[in-house]
């Protein structure tokens, strides 16, 4: 009941992660792991990607804790503690701590922020997407002060909304976040962030008004957000992910990461489908994908498959540009038919 199988890719992707990650000189890591149950994720962190010497598990849960102890005991270097995680534990700061709780990471987001070096990097997951992706408004506001896009781009609005969340617990304690690896996946979001010195700038999270927002179309009510709207990759990280060699779903995991790869460098929030383009200009067919994502790179603009939906494109040009293009190619293939026909 504690072991969820669904999940044995996403701890694949922890490891690659790890393994990415270069937090500075080397030496060995230390761990937190919030919400243990088992202490699968972390076990695997500490034995698999050879990075941590320490890592600390917390489980309140009597049936959970009695499987995590034993687990950790046969393992140098974890402790299991039985406590609630929504406070830092012995051993803080720590270099990297986890979050993967059943629905939301709220929480636990102060106590592990307040756990984490400065330089390190908080891993956090959310699976309450019936709320992120904007199918309970009320239960977003409350939970975490937004209004979420609902739709075609709700999975993504839920993760920039974490996003958000995550920065604006950072600001609360005098730091600030720097998405290295963020993504949507079956039915949850997952970022891991680094924690930096507060700047002097603001934070990139932000409200998008539909009146004036330039990117894919949201939806006619808004406002919407705030939401995080800067990067949620560090490129050179992701160029660096592979899947390691003890993968529960090695397959899986490398098509996750080879569509990460191709979208990692494109600062577009949102993206656009083929079928959504046709259906709001009203165009006798979608374009193809792959027309679309040649003529958009033609023009100088950056533009790639998301990992988000099968049918999505991330860019960095502007509506305009992209709609403009879209016609284009229908035009096109509408002379194109003409021609054939006659
Ligand atoms: C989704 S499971 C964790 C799965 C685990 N990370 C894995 O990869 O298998 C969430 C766990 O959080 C635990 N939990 C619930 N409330 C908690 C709290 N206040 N502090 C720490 N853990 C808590 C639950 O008992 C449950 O075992």
Not at 136 to 160: D, H, T
Not at 318 to 332: Q, Y
Request: charged share 20%; aromatic share 8%; net charge neutral.
């Amino acid at each position: 009941m504690f072991y969820n199988p669904v999940m044995a890719a996403d701890r694949d992707l922890a490891i690659a992660f790890v393994r990415a990650w270069r937090p500075g000189p080397d030496r060995e890591l230390t761990g937190w792991e919030v919400t243990a149950a088992t202490g699968i994720r972390g076990l695997r962190l500490l034995t698999e990607s050879e990075r941590f010497a320490s890592f600390v598990f917390t489980e309140p849960n009597d049936d959970a804790f009695a499987a995590l102890a034993p687990n950790a005991r046969r393992h140098p270097g974890a402790v299991a503690i039985h406590d609630d995680g929504r406070h830092p534990p012995t051993g803080a700061p720590f270099d990297y701590v986890d979050i993967d709780p059943y629905g939301s990471p709220a929480p636990f987001v102060p106590a592990a922020l307040a756990a984490l070096r400065t330089g390190g990097v908080i891993g956090v997951t959310a699976t309450d997407m019936l709320v992120l992706a904007g199918a309970q408004p009320a239960v977003a506001k409350r939970r975490y002060g937004a209004v979420p896009i609902r739709g075609r781009l709700g999975q993504e609005s839920g993760l920039r909304i974490l996003l958000m969340f995550l920065a604006r617990a950072a600001r609360s304690q005098g730091r600030s976040v720097r998405p290295l690896l963020s993504y949507v996946r079956e039915h949850y979001v997952r970022t891991y962030v680094e924690l930096v010195d507060a700047g002097s700038g603001d934070d990139p999270v932000g409200t998008i008004d539909p009146t004036t927002w330039d990117g894919p179309p949201v939806g006619a009510r808004g406002p919407y957000g705030p939401l995080w709207l800067g990067s949620l990759f560090d490129a050179s990280i992701v160029a660096r992910l592979t899947t390691p060699g003890s993968a529960a779903q090695t397959r899986e995991v490398d098509a996750l990461i080879a569509r990460l790869r191709g979208e990692a460098g494109i600062d577009g929030a949102f993206y656009y489908e083929p079928n959504s383009l046709a259906a709001s200009l009203r165009l006798a067919a979608p374009p193809s994908l792959a027309a679309l994502l040649g003529a958009l790179a033609a023009e100088g603009y950056r533009a790639a498959r998301t990992h988000v939906r099968p049918e999505g494109v991330r860019s960095d040009a502007p509506r305009s540009a992209v709609e403009r293009i879209a016609r284009g190619l229908a035009a096109n293939d509408q002379s194109q038919n003409a021609r054939v026909r006659a």
